[in-house]
C-alpha cells in the first residue's frame, strides 16, 4: 500500500476519477472520524496493488462519484445512509439501507405493470433479502435490491474487543467463508503493526482459503443442480462439498475451519496437520469434486438451462467493478492471487476466464477454479518451506490494508489500530461489490431464471449486510 | 449424458445410521465445552477471561460453562488446558422445558395422524454458515427425509421453525409474521449460537437479541454453525423421540 496523502475530498475525488480514467478499479469507500475530522478513504486497484486517496469532508455536500462511475453507488449511498454524510449528485435517491418506503420503489407508470415484494423470507433455506420487482406478467421489467436485513454492525463490534480476540469477530462477518474473512483481517493487523508471519502458516492459510473455495464453489453448483431440477446430481453434489467440511473438521475442529488463524499466524501447528489429514483424505475429497463436476457439466439439461440465462456485458461488469466468477465470467480479470501478496501468486495463464457473460460461464469459471484449487493446495503442502522466523508486533499503532481472493472474489479489509486497539475496521466484501450487478442481469429474464441467476453468482448476504 | 443413477449406485450407502445409532464427529472437532471437576478456580478464572462471549461464568468459587453462549472458538482450553475440556461431543441441544407441553401434542397428532415433521427456516441475522448445515441435512450423508422431516415453502403447512442467526432490528417483525402464520402445535428451533444466546452480539446497539426474546423457543441448538449431526439431535429432541442432556435456563 502506498502511504496516502490527506487532500480536501473534491480534490479526492477529482484523483479518484483520474486513476479510473487511467485503467483502474474502484473498489471501496470507508467512512472514518479521526481527530474531529471526517474523512473518506477512496481506494482503487491498481496494476500494483490497492491505491488510497484520503479526502477530508468539508463544510458543505461531497461531489459524488457515482455520478459518472456505477460502482460507487452503494459505497456512498451507504456512508450517505449511515452517517449522514451529504452528496451531491447521487443518481440514486432511494435509500440504500432500511427503513426503506415501498412507495418510493415504483418507477414504472403503465398500469398493468405491478410491484411485487419478494421477500425477506423467502422459500427453502436462504438468507434474509428482499427485491422489489415489477413485472407485467412473467418477466422482470425492473428488480431493485432491498437488503441489509442482516445488519449486525459487527464493524463497531470489532472497534469493542481487543486485539487478540478480533478474529473471532471477523469469523462472524460470513461463517460460511470465515477462513477468508478472519486471514483477511489478520493480514491487515499484520500490515498495520508490521508483523511478519511464517511461511508455514502463511502456507497453511492459503490451503484453508482454497479448501474454502472449493465448499463454496459446489455449493453453487449444487443449488444450480437443484434449481435444475437435477436432484440426484444436486445431492451427489452436496455430497462432495460435506467431504470437504469432513475434512477441515478432522483439521481444524470446525467444519468452516473457524477458531483456526490468529493474527501472526495460525493456532498450533496447522500446516503439520493439514499435511497429515490431507494425506489420508485430500485424494478422495478431490475424485469425488471433480467427478460431480464433470457430471453435471455432461448434463445436457443443465446446460440448457444455463446456457445465455443471465447475461451481461463486459461493459457493465467493467462499469460496475465487479470482481471474481461473476468478473472471471465475462473475461474480466480479477484475481488477487495474481498479484504478490500471497505465497504462491498464480500466472495470468492460470486465471479461469471465460468470455460468455451468462450462467453458463459463471458455472464454468467455478469448476475450473475448483480443479486448480487442488492443485494449489498440494502445492502448498508440498512446499519446502525456509525456516523464516515470525516476528512480533513491532508498533503498536497504524493502519493497514489488505485482500485476499475469497471463494466469492475480492474480499477488503481496513483497519486503523491505536494503541493496541482497533479504532476503525471496514470491510469491502465481494458480495457487497457484485450485487449491483446482479439486478441488471434480471430484465429480459422470467421469474423460473431468477433462482438460475442468484447461484450463478453465489453471494453471501451476510458479509453483504455485515 | 451423465449416469447419475449409476454413479450413486456405486457411491453405495453413505447415510449415518444416528440417530438410530451412535455416530462420532472427529478427534479434534469442537462440541461440547466442559469444565475439568475440581480444577483450580484461578485456572477457570483464567479461561473466562479470555471467552469472547462471556460462556464460562464463576460465581461463589463454582464454574460453569453455557454451552448456549459458546462459540467453540478454543480459546477458553488453549489457555487454560487444565481447567476447560472441549470435547467432540455434539449432542449440545439445550431443552428449555416450558414447552414440553407444545412438544408432546405435536408428538401425538404424528403418531395418531402417521404424518412427517415440516420444516420451515427463516434467518434472522445469520452468519450465512448455518443456513448451510441445515442444507446438509438433506445430502445423503444425513438424508433427514428417513426420518419424517421435510422442508415446506409454506408457513400454513409448518410443524417445526428453524430460525438462524441473531434477530436484528429489520428482521423481528418478519420472524413474528411467519411465527404467526404458523398452525398449533408448532415448536421453535434456534439454530447456532448467536440465534441460541445472541453470542457475541449480545452486547451490540444493531441487534434485538437472541430469538427467544422475540418467540417462545422450545430447543436450542447452539454452535457456531452446529454441525449437522448436532441438528439432528436439536430436532429430535423438538418432537419429543429424545431428551436434551442440557437444559435452560435462558441466559
Not at chain 1, 496523502?5 to 475525488?13: I, L, N, S
Not at chain 1, 478480533?166 to 478472519?182: I, K, L, N, R
Not at chain 1, 485476499?404 to 475496521?425: C, H, K, T
Not at chain 2, 422442508?151 to 428482521?171: F, I, Q, S
Request: aromatic share 8%; proline share 4%.
Amino acid at each position: 500500500m502506498i502511504g496516502a496523502q490527506r487532500m480536501t475530498v473534491r480534490a479526492a475525488v477529482e484523483g479518484v476519477r483520474a486513476a479510473l480514467a487511467a485503467g483502474g478499479r474502484f473498489v471501496a469507500a470507508f467512512y472514518e472520524e479521526q481527530d474531529d475530522a471526517r474523512l473518506i478513504r477512496y481506494v482503487i486497484a491498481g496494476k500494483t496493488g490497492l491505491v488510497e486517496l484520503i479526502g477530508i469532508i468539508e463544510n458543505g455536500p461531497t461531489p459524488a462519484l457515482s455520478a459518472d462511475i456505477p460502482a460507487a453507488d452503494w459505497a456512498e449511498r451507504e456512508i450517505r445512509d449511515r452517517f449522514g454524510v451529504e452528496f451531491s449528485g447521487i443518481p440514486e435517491t432511494r435509500r440504500l439501507l432500511p427503513p426503506c418506503d415501498p412507495a418510493s420503489y415504483r418507477r414504472s407508470a403503465a398500469p398493468e405493470v405491478s410491484t411485487v415484494l419478494y421477500g425477506p423470507v423467502r422459500s427453502g433455506i436462504v438468507e434474509s433479502a428482499r427485491w422489489v420487482i415489477e413485472t407485467a406478467g412473467e418477466d422482470f421489467i425492473a428488480v431493485y435490491p432491498s437488503m441489509f436485513f442482516k445488519h449486525r454492525g459487527l464493524e463497531h463490534l470489532f472497534t469493542t474487543v481487543d486485539l487478540g480476540r478480533a478474529t473471532y469477530v471477523a469469523e462472524h462477518v460470513s461463517g460460511a467463508t470465515a477462513a477468508s474473512h478472519a486471514i483477511c483481517f489478520s493480514l491487515a493487523v499484520e500490515r498495520a503493526l508490521g508483523i511478519r508471519v511464517a511461511d508455514a502458516d502463511r502456507a497453511a492459510r492459503l490451503v484453508l482459503i482454497e479448501l474454502e473455495r472449493i465448499h463454496q464453489h459446489l455449493d453453487a453448483l449444487a443449488k444450480l443442480a437443484d434449481d435444475g431440477s437435477l436432484a440426484v446430481g444436486a445431492a451427489q453434489t452436496f455430497a462432495a462439498k460435506e467431504r470437504v467440511h469432513r475434512l477441515l473438521a478432522e483439521a481444524t475442529g470446525n467444519r468452516f475451519s473457524r477458531g483456526a488463524v490468529r493474527i501472526g499466524g495460525a493456532y498450533g501447528d496447522l500446516l503439520a496437520t493439514l499435511r497429515d489429514v490431507c494425506a489420508r483424505r485430500l485424494d478422495e475429497v478431490e475424485r469425488e469434486a471433480t467427478s460431480v463436476v464433470d457430471g453435471l457439466f455432461g448434463t445436457q439439461s443443465l446446460l440448457d438451462r444455463l446456457i445465455g440465462t443471465g447475461k451481461l456485458s463486459r461493459e457493465l461488469v467493467t462499469n460496475y467493478g465487479a470482481v471474481g466468477p461473476v468478473a472471471r465470467g465475462n473475461g474480466v480479470s480479477s484475481d488477487v492471487r495474481m498479484t504478490a501478496d500471497v505465497l504462491f501468486s498464480i500466472g495470468e495463464g492460470d486465471e479461469a476466464l471465460e468470455e460468455d457473460g451468462d450462467a453458463f460461464a459463471r458455472a464454468r469459471v467455478r469448476a475450473n477454479e475448483i480443479r486448480r484449487a487442488f492443485f494449489i493446495v498440494r502445492d502448498a503442502l508440498n512446499a519446502d518451506l525456509a525456516t523464516a522466523t515470525p516476528s512480533y508486533a513491532a508498533q503498536r499503532s497504524g493502519v493497514g490494508l489488505a485482500r485476499v481472493e475469497s471463494p466469492q472474489g475480492e474480499l477488503v479489509y481496513f483497519v486503523r489500530v491505536v494503541d493496541g486497539r482497533l479504532a476503525r475496521v471496514a470491510i469491502r466484501s465481494a458480495s457487497f461489490a457484485n450485487w449491483p450487478l446482479f439486478v441488471h442481469t434480471l430484465p429480459g429474464n422470467i421469474f423460473t431464471d431468477f433462482s438460475f441467476i442468484e447461484h450463478s453468482f453465489g453471494l453471501i448476504q451476510a458479509e453483504t449486510d455485515r | 449424458m451423465s449416469n447419475w443413477l449409476g454413479r450413486g449406485l456405486r457411491r453405495g450407502v453413505l447415510t449415518t445410521r444416528y440417530p438410530f445409532d451412535e455416530a462420532e464427529m472427529p478427534e479434534r472437532y469442537r462440541g461440547r465445552v466442559r469444565l475439568v471437576e475440581g480444577a483450580p478456580t484461578h485456572a477457570v478464572l483464567r479461561a473466562a477471561s479470555v471467552c469472547l462471549s462471556n460462556a464460562i461464568e464463576v460465581q461463589n468459587e463454582s464454574g460453569h460453562a453455557r454451552m448456549s453462549r459458546c462459540f467453540q472458538c478454543g480459546a477458553c482450553e488453549r489457555e487454560a488446558p487444565e481447567a476447560v475440556h472441549v470435547s467432540n461431543d455434539f449432542e449440545v441441544a439445550i431443552s428449555d422445558g416450558e414447552a414440553d407441553a407444545a412438544r408432546h401434542r405435536l408428538r401425538e397428532r404424528m403418531r395418531s395422524l402417521g404424518r412427517s415433521f415440516m420444516i420451515r427456516h427463516v434467518d434472522a441475522g445469520s452468519d450465512a454458515s448455518c443456513e448451510q448445515e441445515i442444507q446438509a441435512l438433506f445430502n445423503p450423508f444425513y438424508d433427514i427425509n428417513r426420518l419424517g422431516f421435510f422442508l415446506t415453502a409454506a408457513p400454513r403447512h409448518a410443524d417445526v421453525l428453524l430460525v438462524t442467526g441473531v434477530v436484528t432490528h429489520a428482521m423481528a417483525a418478519p420472524l413474528r409474521e411467519t411465527y404467526a402464520a404458523m398452525p398449533d402445535p408448532r415448536v421453535v428451533v434456534a439454530v447456532g449460537t448467536a440465534a441460541c444466546s445472541g453470542s457475541i452480539f449480545l452486547t451490540g446497539r444493531d441487534v434485538v437479541g437472541p430469538v427467544h426474546e422475540v418467540l417462545p423457543v422450545d430447543v436450542r441448538i447452539p454452535g457456531a454453525p452446529p454441525s449437522p449431526l448436532s441438528i439432528i439431535n436439536g430436532l429430535w429432541i423438538a418432537v419429543g423421540r429424545a431428551t436434551a442432556h442440557l437444559a435452560g435456563p435462558r441466559r
